[in-house]
């Protein structure tokens, strides 16, 4: 099952801070995920980590990772940061 891509208004404006070559690896990380969706056995190496309530995030590199939240027909980005950032997004849900 095909789930549809948003980008919240507070990812974009965090992902447009990235230099290009790192937008260009958000959007190849949202594609693997896309693809990988509904398909269990494809989700191991994508890292892919379960945070809290129905939020995950995926990393990009060694420091950059986006979080999201499954919803029954979309997938919504709702942030990007490194790890202590998204702790911090985390605490404010």
Do not use: C, W
Not at 26 to 50: C, E, F, S, Y
Not at 83 to 93: A, G, N, Q, T
């Amino acid at each position: 099952m095909s789930r549809e891509i948003f980008l919240s208004e507070r990812f974009r404006t965090v992902v447009r801070e990235y230099p290009k070559p790192v937008r260009a690896e958000i959007g190849q990380a949202i594609d693997r995920l896309q693809a990988a969706l509904g398909q269990p056995h494809q989700h191991a190496g994508l890292g892919i980590r379960k945070l809290v309530k129905n939020y995950f995030e995926i990393r990009v590199g060694l420091d950059l990772r986006l979080v999201f939240r499954i919803e029954p027909e979309a997938v919504i980005f709702a942030f990007a940061g490194t790890h202590d950032e998204v702790r911090r997004f985390l605490k404010r849900l």
